[in-house]
Structure formats: C-alpha cells, structure tokens
C-alpha cells in the first residue's frame, strides 16, 4: 500500500512536469501554428525578371504616392516655400503652430485614403511608392526616439494595399542628412548624408527597423533604399564613391533581419547615372531609373538595357511624368517596348492634369501663394502680406476638403495615356 501511494505520488509529480513544460511550449507553438508566411509568399527576383508567389511573371505598373508623407511645394504652386518644413513654417505663420500641427494631422489623413487605393487598384495598376520623410518615424533632433504614430500609417498603407491587392514599394524619399540637399529630401542644401557617418548610420537604423516590422509582410514588395541620390550639381559627382558602399551596408543590417524583400538600388545623379554600379552586390535586387523631360526615344534608356543584358538583373522605372498626355503614352510604350515596369509620379496634385487625380484650388489660395514668396522675410513684410488669420483657416481648410478622393477629379487623358481605364 505505501509503495503504491509512492507511484501515485511520483506520477503526479510527472504529471505536473509535463504540464509545466506544455504551457511553457504553447505559445511558441501557438506562434509557429498561426505563422502562414513563408519564403514561398513574396515576390522574387529570377534573372531579370520579378516572380510572383504563384510563379508568374510581374510587370510592374505603378504610381508615385508623393506630397502625402513628404510634401513638396510645386504641387501646392509654391515656389519659394518648397520643402516639407518651409511649407511648415508657411502654415504656422498663417494659423500659428497648434493649429498648424492639427492641419498635418488632418492633411495626412485626407491626401491618402483606401478610396485613393481602391482607385489606383481600379483603373488598372498593380503597384505604389510611397515617398517617405524619415521624420515620420524619428525626429531629426531626437535619434534615440521612434515615432509609433507615423509606424502606424505606414501600417494602415500596407493594410489597404493588401486589401486591395496593391504591391507597396517603400521609398526613402528623404534620408537623414540628406541625399539630394534640396526640397525633395527636405534637406539644407546639400548631400550631407554622405559626408556624415553619424547620418548613415542612422539611415541604417531606419531600414533595419522597418525592415523588421514588414518582413513578414509580402504586400510590401521592396525597399527602395534612397531617392534621386546625388544631384547633377557641379562637384557633387565627387560624391559618388560613397553611395554604393552605402547600399552594401543597408543592405547588409536589412539583411539581419528580413532575408526576403527585394532591395531597390537608384543610380546616382537623380537616378539617372548606373556607371557607380558593378557587379551586383546582393541577390534579390532592382536597378531603378528616373527619367524626365527628355525625348521618349530608345536612345534615352539604352544603357540601362545594356546593363540588365550584362548583369541578368531587374530594371524599373521608378519615376517619370509630370509632362503632358502625348508624352506619358510615348514614354510608357518605350518602357513596355523594353519589358521595363514602371511608377509614375505623382498620384494626385492640385488643379493640374499631369497626374491620376486632380485636387480643386480652394478659392483664395492664391493668397496663400502670394505669402509664401516671402517666406523667409522679415516680420515687418510678414505682417503685411498676411491674410486675416481665419481667412487663413477657411482657405486651408478647403484644401483639405478637396483633397479627399470623393472631392477630387480623375484626368481621364492622363490616365489613358498610362494604358490604363479611367472610372
């Protein structure tokens, strides 16, 4: 009897073990179980050709998600504010700095809507680039901080991309010391991004973190590492030797951490320039290509062609447009003439036809452009080009009303020139 309350006293105690040890387990198996991602589900790189999950072949026909996440002045008809934060001291003069940071609020959650998605996903196209300030994600002043807020839009983007069965190619349009030195990069007038290890090491960081977030997301196509690197500028070309380094050692900490996504890699001088490429560098990489305001002829991509013959890799026209219909279809008849995909720019600007969507002008706003030529004034001058301060708040208040999708204009010129279907 007492060897029997032994064995039933060990038993327990074995029972107990085992029970410990399962609950220990399963939440990692629980884990593993709901995990439906695999290697298998994301888009790839064969030769020079992009794959999809099911074997097919993807054509890349895409549109340029600018002036949303970085606003550039051109497509508000600012010329004198024309980076995100000169635009930014424009609105705080008019309306003051609180209500300012509420009309950011508001301006990012009208530009871009699943509407906008559903849209794109409609007439035709399989694909968007998101232009990106890294400020959304860490302010410039503050490296040690990462902003939740704009993590969680560039979510929301990926959930509506998903759900409308839209590719996202997320773009570095503007990286932490700047690539370009001009608006487009919300820069200080120059490239110093490559002259400042402390800069590239924060670029670094950003794509790691990202990288980290999306790698299990097949939605997000790839990662676009930087933007129109280098412009035309003269001496600037003494730059070059540091941008495909830069590449490597992006592509390396992404590579930590998501072995998976396509990395897209610009030419230098504003993406035009593939003399700083060699042999490429990693696998599962696009070489991609800006082209604007020259002839549609073969003679204007050819060595880009020359170079996906020579390599046995991926060519993308990551950006093209902002020209009239005639020379949209020439161009993107060129492009698909030479089997190269394609991103125009941009998805949507104000009273203008170069574009998918056209936003209505508010009525007053030219008040707002005569302002801003001044930015950068004294308050004396200021003061006296000012509009009344609700004046003020009535015009750029309808500016975000017109900017949602059901209060904006489809270019059915534009888009037909894309080879697309307006609705």
């Not at 590449?247 to 072995?259: G, M």
């Amino acid at each position: 009897m007492k060897q029997r309350k032994l064995n039933v006293h060990s038993v327990t105690k074995g029972l107990a073990a085992c029970i410990v040890v399962a609950l220990w387990l399963l939440p990692m198996l629980g884990k593993a179980q709901d995990s439906s991602v695999s290697t298998d589900d994301f888009v790839t790189v064969r030769g020079d050709e992009l794959i999809k999950p099911n074997g097919d072949t993807l054509f890349l026909k895409g549109i340029g998600l600018g002036n949303w996440l970085l606003p550039e002045g051109y497509m508000w008809k600012f010329d004198k504010a024309t980076s995100p934060r000169q635009i930014n001291e424009v609105i705080s003069q008019l309306i003051g700095p609180a209500a300012a940071r509420d009309f950011w609020e508001q301006y990012r959650d009208n530009y871009i809507t699943q509407e906008d998605i559903a849209y794109i996903k409609d007439i035709g196209m399989n694909s968007a680039r998101v232009a990106i300030d890294y400020r959304i994600l860490t302010p410039e002043r503050h490296p040690d901080v990462w902003l939740e807020s704009g993590f969680k839009r560039l979510d929301q983007l990926v959930k509506w991309c998903k759900q409308e069965g839209l590719y996202l190619i997320l773009d570095m349009h503007a990286a932490p010391g700047g690539q370009t030195g001009e608006n487009i990069d919300n820069g200080w007038g120059y490239p110093f991004l490559f002259k400042s290890e402390a800069s590239q090491q924060r670029v670094i960081e950003i794509w790691k973190k990202l990288a980290h977030r999306y790698k299990d997301e097949p939605t997000v196509l790839g990662y676009d590492l930087l933007n129109e690197a280098i412009p035309t500028f003269e001496g600037y070309d003494k730059l070059n030797k540091y941008l495909v380094p830069l590449y490597k050692q992006i592509t390396e900490a992404i590579r930590v951490v998501d072995p998976n996504h396509i990395i897209i890699v610009e030419g230098a001088q504003w993406s035009t320039n593939f003399d700083v490429f060699g042999k490429p560098f990693a696998d599962n990489m696009i070489y991609s290509f800006h082209k604007y305001w020259m002839p549609p002829e073969q003679e204007q991509i050819q060595a880009y062609v020359d170079f996906r013959k020579k390599y046995n890799v991926p060519l993308w026209l990551g950006e093209s447009g902002e020209n009239d219909n005639k020379w949209i279809a020439s161009f993107r008849t060129l492009l698909e003439k030479n089997d190269i995909g394609w991103s125009f720019w941009p998805y949507k600007k104000m009273a203008d036809s170069s574009g998918v969507i056209s936003i209505p002008k508010p009525e007053g706003w030219d008040k707002i452009v005569t302002f801003q030529k001044h930015w950068g004034s004294d308050f004396e001058t200021l003061r006296k080009y000012r509009p009344k301060m609700e004046e003020s708040k009535a015009i750029l208040n309808q500016f975000l009303q017109n900017m949602k999708f059901e209060n904006s204009r489809p270019n059915p010129g534009y888009i037909k020139a894309m080879g697309l279907t307006p609705k």
